[in-house]
């Protein structure tokens, strides 16, 4: 079971708590919606949003996120693997 919350209002002129309670929520845009578990915590950001999004039940479970590791390590590891690449044909 997940919930479906969709923005629709915009929401400038929200106070600075609204703003990271709406990117708390993986929102973005006016129009967005998301898929999260259902959970009294984001029931509870819902509650803070109530004029500026709707929420929905629904059977679809929400995706998982992919986890992706920083940029700087990234390409920390890219070049390390390089460098094996390039000691073995050595």
């Known amino acids: 079971?997940?919930?479906k919350i969709t923005l629709i209002k915009s929401f400038a002129g929200s106070s600075e708590r609204q703003?990271?309670?709406i990117a708390g929520l993986g929102?973005?845009?006016?129009g967005?919606?998301?898929i999260l578990k259902d959970t009294p915590e984001v029931r509870g950001?819902?509650?803070k949003l109530q004029h500026?999004?709707?929420a929905e039940v629904v059977k679809q479970?929400?995706?998982p996120s992919a986890r992706r590791k920083p940029r700087k390590v990234r390409v920390r590891e890219l070049a390390r693997a390089e460098a094996a690449k390039a000691?073995?044909?050595k």
């Open 1 to 3: 079971m997940g919930l």
């Open 19 to 21: 703003l990271a309670t």
């Open 27 to 30: 929102l973005k845009k006016f």
């Open 32 to 34: 967005d919606e998301k």
């Open 45 to 47: 950001m819902v509650k």
């Open 52 to 54: 500026l999004v709707t």
């Open 61 to 63: 479970d929400p995706k």
């Open 87 to 89: 000691a073995a044909k």
